[in-house]
């Protein structure tokens, strides 16, 4: 059983363009809620990440969305780039950094 | 990328015999954990280590056996390899606890089990 559940599972995109994650969650325990970028043969790569009481969150090119009512988030990655082609995952804290990790997200951003 | 170097990076076995990976820091991280990752699935948690000799189950820990004898060294061993036991590893390292601290995540060691 997944605990958040993600989609789509593969994205392209053209350059330029807005790319867009989304995640949803059920345990209202989760307190820290962190996208992670992985490149083929890497470990994965904190991107950025949200506390529950924010509902929005920007770095540079990179926005997380959150909705608690909903238990939902979503990345938003502003004039995605060729090098943004990564799988991309959502994750959430369950306590003592053990995270849950969404399915992944296999983004190809088309030049 | 932060000091965690797992070993090996690839390794063939077969069913039934006993495997072990390593992950070791430099960070003298608190908190040390193993992640396996299979396509459909993500990262699962498979057991983590919160100090020295202290250790817990996580969500897919059935097995697997862990060890924990000095702060840098975080042992992941499958006693009888199984075919489903095939995956990619990662070992990741917290320095805290709390909720908005970074795990940091080894390269993985790629495991096939035939």
């Known amino acids: 059983q997944q605990q958040v559940k993600q989609s789509p599972q593969s994205l392209i995109v053209q350059k330029g363009g807005i790319s867009i994650i989304n995640c949803a969650y059920e345990?209202?325990?989760?307190?820290?809620f962190p996208w992670y970028q992985q490149f083929p043969g890497k470990g994965p790569a904190l991107l950025i990440a949200?506390?529950?009481?924010?509902s929005e969150k920007k770095e540079g090119r990179f926005t997380i969305s959150f909705n608690k009512s909903a238990k939902q988030f979503s990345l938003h990655i502003m004039d995605s780039q060729p090098g943004d082609s990564a799988t991309y995952f959502c994750?959430?804290?369950?306590?003592?950094?053990?995270?849950?990790f969404g399915t992944g997200t296999r983004l190809l951003v088309s030049p | 990328d932060a000091g965690i170097t797992q070993s090996p990076r690839h390794k063939v076995t077969e069913t039934g015999t006993p495997v072990t990976l390593r992950c070791h820091q430099t960070e003298n991280h608190r908190y040390m954990y193993w992640y396996r990752q299979d396509p459909g699935h993500g990262l699962r948690l498979i057991h983590y280590s919160y100090g020295v000799k202290d250790t817990d189950k996580g969500e897919v820990s059935d097995g697997y056996s862990v060890s924990r004898s000095k702060t840098e060294d975080f042992l992941l061993t499958l006693e009888s390899a199984t075919s489903s036991q095939t995956s990619v590893y990662f070992c990741?390292?917290?320095?805290?606890?709390?909720?908005?601290?970074?795990?940091?995540f080894g390269q993985g060691t790629r495991l096939t089990v035939v």
């Open positions: 994750a959430a804290n369950t306590g003592f950094q053990k995270l849950v």
């Open positions: 949200i506390r529950p009481d924010v």
């Open positions: 990741a390292i917290s320095e805290s606890k709390a909720a908005y601290t970074e795990a940091f």
């Open positions: 345990n209202t325990a989760f307190d820290y």
